[in-house]
């Protein structure tokens, strides 16, 4: 028999979830008095400038819909555990879960809110020679149920049930998993071998291109994915964002160690007709020739500062930063070629010649240009991560003219890009 994947459309609530498990099967292994694990994705959290939600986070409604099945079918177990990235310090997993209305679903359903990043953990040792910290609850949970949404990626190009999966891990390994010789996308796999999850359910009420955070455009798609087989419902899912599963290596590493077939007609996919819900979205930003910059930089002439694009070794840690110097840098054109700079980040950039100053953000990446002979003066910002205003102080001291309000601005529009159009609703994710 093929693996059951199931595509249906979202109508309403509880009943296209339910439609959905029905069609694939997704109870039949599920025992009543099972430790039931719920893992979203809730990938961050900003108390500032609120992240618009919208397929950034797995919707909190159909967390919601699906405690009110769990519960149908006696389970009194249940957690939800995830552990989002602090790009703020100290504003982590419970910012999250407050903040997309959580709390209510403890006090209607009686369900525990697990952060991973404050769990113990277990050590898992992977057939590439890694080791791995994962979250205890993870590993000893009966009933793993992984929720990832329906998104693009910078650098995997879909994030979808096996990377949301990377969340069960604790900070140090995922920031190990963006290793340079053995590649993220080898390594993240591994976590679903560990945390063998039951079922996996795309929550595609939105989709989100040019992901994975709200920089990107999300469009309502509505619909639902699932299956017991990871690679079945994350393959299903991929194409229908124009995805083909062999041009997602993750998808061909996992596929390849577990001896399962990338042809997506080895699998039965019921409900929906898949061909009617394919809508192909981006997942990079256009880069200048010589990768000195986004593609913008190249539309607006900005010369002199280059910025290359950041690699798969770029942990969450960093990443902010990298759009952030994006921002700043064109926020300091005015028509004139900018200071002869090149900033770096990530673990394996080397600084390349001709540059009178190499901005090095974040211990990794000065580790890597240590030896370079092409730097002529290194601004290293040191920690893992550095600081926020470390960063600015580094743009400045190279001669940069930055207004970093405009970042915040920047910011801002991100957050209330969504606000008064009737297909976001903020009822999603309360
Ligand atoms: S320095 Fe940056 S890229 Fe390196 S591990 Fe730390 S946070 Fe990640």
């Not at 979202?10 to 029905?22: E, I, Q, V």
């Not at 079918?73 to 957690?79: R, T």
């Not at 990626?153 to 096996?162: D, F, N, P, R």
């Not at 001291?397 to 159009?421: C, F, S």
Request: hydrophobic share 40%; glycine share 8%.
């Amino acid at each position: 028999m093929k693996p059951l994947v199931s595509l249906v459309k979202y109508t309403g609530s509880p009943h296209s979830l339910k439609d959905t498990l029905t069609l694939c099967g997704g109870f039949d292994r599920l025992d009543a008095h099972a430790k039931v694990l719920i893992k979203p994705n809730l990938v961050t959290w900003d108390d500032q400038y609120t992240i618009a939600p919208f397929g950034v986070f797995t919707t909190t409604r159909l967390i919601e819909d699906l405690i009110i099945l769990l519960k149908d079918c006696g389970c009194n177990d249940i957690s939800v555990g995830e552990g989002s990235v602090e790009f703020i310090k100290g504003v982590g997993t419970m910012a999250a879960y407050a903040g997309l209305g959580y709390p209510q679903l403890v006090k209607k359903y009686g369900i525990t809110l697990i952060d991973f990043n404050a769990s113990d953990s277990v050590t898992i040792k992977t057939s590439n020679a890694l080791t791995l910290h994962l979250a205890q609850e993870v590993a000893e949970s009966d009933f793993l149920i992984n929720v990832p949404v329906l998104k693009t990626h910078a650098q995997t190009k879909v994030s979808l049930g096996l990377k949301n999966l990377k969340g069960c891990l604790k900070t140090s390994s995922k920031k190990l998993c963006h290793h340079v010789g053995l590649g993220l996308e080898n390594c993240f796999t591994f976590v679903a071998d560990y945390a063998k999850p039951a079922l996996t359910i795309v929550d595609g009420i939105y989709a989100l291109e040019r992901g994975a955070l709200h920089f990107g455009n999300a469009f309502r798609k509505d619909i639902i994915v699932a299956s017991r087989n990871i690679l079945a419902a994350d393959m299903v899912a991929a194409k229908t964002i124009g995805f083909n599963p062999e041009d997602i290596p993750h998808f061909v590493a996992y596929g390849a160690r577990h001896n399962k077939s990338l042809t997506l007609n080895d699998y039965e996919i019921r409900g929906e007709a898949l061909e009617n819900h394919v809508q192909p979205l981006k997942w990079d930003w256009g880069w200048t020739k010589d990768n000195t910059g986004p593609s913008v930089f190249e539309k607006f002439g900005v010369t002199g500062t280059a910025v290359p694009k950041y690699d798969e070794t770029l942990c969450s840690g960093c990443s902010p930063f990298a759009n952030m110097i994006n921002i700043l840098v064109l926020s300091a054109f005015k028509g004139e070629p900018l200071p002869n700079v090149e900033v770096l980040n990530g673990k394996k950039m080397q600084a390349r010649p001709g540059y009178e100053n190499t901005i090095l953000i974040g211990n990794c990446i000065i580790a890597a240009n240590r030896e370079n002979e092409n730097i002529r003066k290194a601004i290293n910002v040191t920690g893992c991560p550095p600081g926020h205003d470390d960063v600015i102080a580094a743009l400045r001291e190279t001669g940069i003219n930055i207004h970093e309000g405009t970042y915040w601005t920047y910011l801002k529009q991100q957050a209330e890009k969504y606000d008064n159009q009737e297909a976001y609703s903020w009822d999603f994710y309360k």
